[in-house]
């Protein structure tokens, strides 16, 4: 058994139903279609349902059971009745059901804090997880980019490599073509200095260097002819040369 110690109805009659229902019901007309009412419907609301259900479960929809199971009949048969609201108190049970209830209460919020808590504990290792794989992907993605770099700049020593080697090649080519160049101006010139002239001054030259000459068996008297030396020019360079190697050699006999 459990006592509901008060039970609160809020009610209103409509001024145009009071003459009505005073005539039907008196001026006691709530003790009729509330007070007793709602004793009855509590006994239904409680003889349906678990001393759980009552005292814990369902405690808080009672007023609304109470107000619309009130307000029906009243609409029914006293139409001038309004239920405004019902408030029930928490009801009374023995000491023991208490003390039961209180336990179960207890495991019920331990239970509760331990599934708190194990959400707490779930919701920080995902957000570790997340920090973690933000971690790993920020650490791959600097990697990345690091990698990317190193890349970039061995292909930017690899081509300032090649553009030296070029740079070179070019400039050895250049200095090749200079020097081929040159040399065909070198001969080039080397054969327009092959002339009578040219020759009849490097002869006069190359006589002129030497201290002493002698011809012959004995020291003679030396004669320059001038047109000995232009019979000696018109010969061919190869004859001429033949011909000074065999007198530089009858003047180094003559000499020793």
Known sequence: M???EKIEVVNRLGKGYVYETLLNYGVQYDKTWIYDKIHHEINQFCSSRTLQEVYIDVFYQIGEKMKDALQGDCTRYAPGIEIISVRVTKPTIPQSIRRNFE???EERSKVLISIER???????????????????EKNAKVSKILMEQ???????????????????????????????YRAMKEAEANKLKLTPQFLELKFIEAISNNTKIFFGDKVPNMVLDQRLLGNFLQRMPGEMAREVNSEKVSRERSEI
Do not use: P
């Open 2 to 4: 459990i006592n509901f």
């Open 150 to 180: 190193k890349l970039m700049e061995k292909d930017s020593a690899r081509q300032q490599q090649e553009i030296g080697n070029q740079m070179y090649m070019a400039h050895e080519n250049i200095l090749a073509d200079a020097a081929f």
């Open 103 to 105: 336990h179960m209460e």
């Open 118 to 136: 194990q959400r707490v504990v779930e919701k920080e290792a995902e957000t570790t997880k997340k920090i973690a794989i933000s971690e790993a």
